[in-house]
């Protein structure tokens, strides 16, 4: 019922920039927190920055002071802003949103993944 499409992942040298998108789109009453999980091959997925529908933002030691999400809640957008990005950086990103459905409750919905890969 609800999509989530990622982009604008791709191939960056170490210290480069990169800016993730996600736009959510389908039969949503309403959205309240979204946010970014990156997922590197062998680790585990990890949380690397959410925000509420009011703007409280939230990130991961790793990436503070380096990474900034925003969101256009009238497109039903995430943004990724990514700069002096690193090789640990180098992961599947993945846009989350918790969506409602008029009259059901809130659940959580992924997209399917962009490929960020930081190297030389």
């Known amino acids: 019922q609800v999509q989530l499409v990622e982009s604008g992942g791709g191939l960056v040298q170490p210290g480069g920039s990169l800016r993730l998108s996600c736009v959510a789109s389908?039969?949503?009453?309403?959205?309240?927190?979204m946010g970014w999980y990156r997922q590197a091959p062998g680790k585990e997925r990890e949380m690397v920055a959410t925000?509420?529908?009011?703007?409280?933002?939230n990130y991961a030691d790793s990436v503070k002071g380096r990474f900034t999400i925003s969101r256009d809640n009238a497109k039903n957008t995430v943004y990724l802003q990514m700069n002096s990005l690193k090789p640990e950086d180098t992961a599947v990103y993945y846009c989350?949103?918790?969506?409602?459905?008029?009259?059901?409750?809130?659940?959580?919905?992924w997209g399917q993944g962009t490929q960020v890969t930081v190297s030389s």
């Open positions: 989350n949103a918790e969506a409602s459905l008029r009259y059901s409750g809130y659940d959580d919905y």
């Open positions: 925000m509420t529908n009011g703007g409280y933002t």
């Open positions: 389908g039969s949503i009453f309403s959205i309240d927190a």
